[in-house]
């Protein structure tokens, strides 16, 4: 397995990722209809943006295996500010055969190096409440910061802030 940066070209790889994961972890979570309507192009043309612009600080990389693009994860400053963590994991997401591999684990560290490098101490990742995924979260000595209702579609969900200090998830 190979991590790396993104790249022009990564895109509808990235995107097809994005939407099946979606589709797979969250079934039975998110409305059926709502990951049914979500769209490989328009992930792709989000994504592709982001690879072309990329703003300061922030990072976007994938994992792949014979070159193949099997996950990935974005990350860069905490955008919302609601919790003192200088970095924010926005995203990461692995095709369901990669799962459970330590695939997320070594992105997620990637991304706390590069947090790292650009002077933060800390991150964090917002995550549904029922995402079976999120045990990795605790795994990795994350700690729960809080919980607030969100919207997606036409439902309420419960999504959990949860913390991490950087030193301690790279075990430096």
Same mark, same amino acid.
């Given at each position: ?5 993104a ?12 939407? %099946?994961?979606w589709r ?8 059926? /209809?709502? !990951?049914?309507?979500? #769209? *490989? ?8 943006? +982001? ?8 990072? !976007?990389?994938? =994992? #792949?295996? #014979? /070159? ?5 994860c ?6 919302s &500010? ?6 924010? @994991?926005?995203? +990461?997401y ?11 684990? #070594?992105?997620?560290?990637? !991304? =706390?190096?590069?947090?790292? %490098?650009?002077?933060?101490h ?13 045990? =990795? ?8 910061? &809080?919980?607030?209702?969100i919207? +997606?579609?036409?439902?309420? @969900? *419960? /999504? /959990?802030? +949860?913390?991490? %200090? !950087?030193?301690?998830? @790279?075990?430096?």
């Amino acid at each position: 397995m190979e991590i790396r940066k993104a790249l022009p070209g990564d895109e509808e790889a990235i995107a097809f990722v994005h939407v %099946d994961s979606w589709r797979t972890t969250y079934k039975g979570i998110v409305d059926e /209809e709502y !990951l049914q309507n979500m #769209s *490989v192009e328009d992930r792709k043309e989000m994504w592709k943006g +982001i690879i072309e612009k990329p703003l300061p600080e922030n990072y !976007l990389y994938v =994992a #792949s295996i #014979s /070159e193949e693009i099997i996950g990935f994860c974005s990350g860069g400053p905490n955008r919302s &500010g609601r919790y003192p963590y200088d970095g924010e @994991l926005y995203a +990461i997401y692995i095709l369901q055969e990669y799962q459970r591999r330590s695939i997320g684990t #070594s992105l997620i560290r990637r !991304l =706390a190096q590069s947090h790292l %490098d650009s002077g933060y101490h800390t991150m964090m990742v917002w995550v549904l409440q029922d995402n079976p995924c999120k045990i =990795a979260y605790e795994r990795l000595g994350g700690i729960l910061l &809080g919980k607030e209702e969100i919207q +997606i579609g036409n439902q309420e @969900l *419960v /999504e /959990e802030a +949860i913390g991490f %200090d !950087l030193a301690r998830l @790279l075990n430096l």
